[in-house]
């Protein structure tokens, strides 16, 4: 009997050993608690629910989380760069390689008149010198006589007037024979039109400067003589105040500064840095080169095999030659802005140490062609607001009239720096004395072309001041689409046409 008992006392300890076994690896099994949440894990995995809130896809407006879109900008990046590459490919096996660094087409009268054209148009600049000067004595002496009456105070303002129709007349004697001398010899002794550029490029600046030069000097003057009144000069003015300003020295570095708008005193830097200078120009250098590159290899070939379309007025193939090049065109124009604004201007600003660098602002986000021209060539539109919107308005003139004549101006002088280079200033393709060339000898394109910006800036304004983002992005693509992807290509179709039908293809296939 005591084994009996022995034996079913042993029997339940082990089965109490196992089943605390048991319920200990039924512990380690069962669901632990979430260290985060402290919620058990189900072990039924097939009925989770996924779907436990509402939610909105990530392109739906109703969406509340912002989606970055960095991916669709990096195929954007690879899908142009791959086009790019098929294009070099296809322009190589169509084409071969086209650039030659021997051939040329430029006279050796080109280079020796370009050059004494190119270092006589600042000789202007020193004349202005010498009108103003000449102003600057006549208004000591009348300071320097001790005023006594209101008679002599109105006999001195009637002087004043009579001295600045003389000095009025002198000025634009000089500035205008700047433009004219410049053009004259440009259009008819200067064939190579890059050469041409140059020198009209140079002159429109001198002329500029020329301008300023004396509308600025004649509002110090005066004020000079009415010290008084209340001349509301800048505070800038004060340590250099007029006639200190007439000197050489001061007139030179208006000439060399990177500026169209001309002030005694401008806001300088410490110093220079050579680095910044030297980066800036191997930008330049290295651009140039860029753009001549793919103006040879691939803007000459699409303007060549564009001539007979146009000559037969094929405007299915005109159209798709205008989208073609547009692509180049563009990346010609980004590359010359870049070289011109932010590398050239800015290492002159640095060797001149000349402190305000603002040439341009992010132009290329525009909501209207109106921000548009205010942003991209900062320097042009200063003089252009200085000197001829502000005066104007202040005349009684309506801002869209001030606009208007703005408009006029600039689209003259663009007409001068494109046409007369490429000897066709009023963009006439026909042959010299032929009825269609008499009956079109006022069309310009460069002309009309800034003259359209008119109505586009009027039909754009809406979009600039509309605070729903989408106004400003229909006027950004207008902006896109009507100066870069149509305007600038087909500007260069038809000066490249004209070229053509005087110089070259054009005028031989009609003979």
């Keep these: 009997m005591a084994s009996q008992t ?121 004349v202005a010198y010498l009108v103003e000067l000449s102003a600057a004595a006549a208004a000591k002496q009348t300071v320097g006589r001790q005023k006594k009456t209101a008679e002599e105070k109105e006999h001195d303002q009637q002087r004043f007037r009579s001295d600045w129709r003389y000095t009025a007349f002198l000025h634009t004697v000089n500035a205008t024979l700047c433009l004219a001398v410049t053009s004259f010899v440009v259009y008819f002794y200067i064939h190579h039109p890059g050469i041409g550029t140059l020198c009209q490029l140079h002159a429109i600046i001198v002329w500029l400067k020329n301008c300023s030069y004396a509308f600025t000097n ?167 607001k200085r000197h001829v919107f502000s005066p104007l308005v202040g005349r009684g003139w309506s801002p869209l009239a001030a606009s208007g004549m703005v408009f006029f101006l600039s689209a003259v002088l663009h007409e001068m720096l494109v046409g007369i ?10 042959p010299p004395y032929s009825r269609l060339s008499l009956a079109n000898s006022f069309i310009g394109v460069a002309f009309f072309g800034m003259m359209f910006q008119l109505p586009l800036i009027i039909l754009t304004v809406p979009l600039e001041k509309k605070r729903d983002p989408l106004g400003k992005t229909i006027g950004n693509c207008i902006f896109w689409v009507s100066f870069c992807l149509v305007g600038q290509p087909l500007g260069a179709l038809l000066y490249f046409f004209a070229w053509q039908a005087k110089y070259g293809s054009v005028s031989r296939m009609r003979t």
């Design 218 to 384: 004649r509002d110090l003057r005066l004020a000079y003589l009415n010290p008084s009144a209340e001349s509301g000069l800048p505070e800038i003015y004060a340590s250099c105040p007029y006639p200190q300003n007439i000197t050489l020295n001061n007139l030179g570095y208006f000439w060399m500064a990177p500026t169209l708008v001309y002030q005694p005193v401008y806001p300088r830097s410490e110093g220079i840095r050579w680095p910044f200078v030297f980066k800036r120009l191997a930008e330049f250098f290295g651009l140039s080169v860029f753009i001549w590159l793919l103006s040879a290899q691939y803007a000459a070939p699409v303007l060549r095999n564009s001539i007979e379309k146009i000559a037969i007025m094929d405007i299915a193939s005109i159209l798709e030659r205008v989208m073609k090049l547009s692509t180049i065109s563009l990346i010609i124009w980004l590359a010359g802005f870049f070289a011109l604004f932010q590398a050239l201007l800015n290492a002159l600003a640095e060797v001149m140490r000349f402190g305000d660098r603002e040439f341009y602002t992010d132009w290329w986000n525009s909501s209207s062609l109106g921000v548009y021209w205010r942003s991209w060539n900062r320097p042009v539109y200063l003089f252009m």
């Design 421 to 430: 280079p490429t000897h066709n200033f009023i963009g006439n393709p026909y």
């Design 6 to 126: 022995e034996a079913i006392t042993t029997s339940r300890k082990q089965s109490t050993q196992s089943g605390e076994t048991t319920g200990h690896a039924s512990n380690q099994s069962a669901p632990s608690a979430h260290p985060a949440t402290g919620k058990r894990r189900s072990k039924y995995r097939h009925v989770a629910a996924y779907h436990s809130q509402a939610r909105h896809s990530s392109l739906s407006r109703e969406s509340e989380e912002t989606i970055s879109f960095l991916g669709f900008r990096n195929l954007m990046v690879l899908v142009l760069v791959a086009m790019n590459l098929r294009l070099i490919i296809e322009n190589f096996m169509k084409y071969g390689v086209l650039i030659c660094i021997k051939c040329h087409d430029y006279r050796k009268q080109d280079l020796v008149l370009g050059s004494i054209l190119f270092a006589l148009v600042p000789c202007h600049l020193f």
